[in-house]
């Protein structure tokens, strides 16, 4: 089930990321992240990402590829491909597990 769960994530991250953009891809030299080698088949998708201000990576040296993706990732990564709107409110009702404070917040607001 979890397995199906991650698959689904990165089925949707990669819709996501060629619904953004049509044009290809430009080949990797050197990605930034310890663990996300140049000629890893998903690097040149990592600078994509990394270029448009889509994902940031889990710290500046690692993007973590194979780590599982937490709904607070997933509701910031849909929120900065959707161009970061406006709106919401301030209020987090209804998610009393979501932190003022969190880099997410105003992603799920």
């Known amino acids: 089930m979890r397995n199906l769960k ?3 994530v990165w089925l ?3 819709a996501l990321l060629f619904c953004l953009s049509f044009t290809a891809f430009a080949a990797v030299e050197d ?3 310890s663990d996300v080698d140049a000629g890893a088949w998903y690097a040149e998708a990592v600078a994509y990402v990394q270029e448009h201000g889509i994902m940031n990576g889990t710290t500046s040296t690692a993007f973590s590829p194979d780590a599982t993706t ?3 990732q997933m509701a910031a990564i849909l929120y900065r491909a959707a161009g970061s709107p406006a709106g919401g409110g ?3 009702a209804g998610f009393s597990d ?3 404070s969190a880099y997410y917040a105003q992603a799920v607001r």
């Open 98 to 100: 979501v932190a003022d």
């Open 12 to 14: 949707t991250m990669t």
């Open 31 to 33: 990605t930034g992240f």
């Open 70 to 72: 937490t709904r607070g």
């Open 6 to 8: 991650r698959l689904a």
């Open 90 to 92: 301030d209020s987090l």
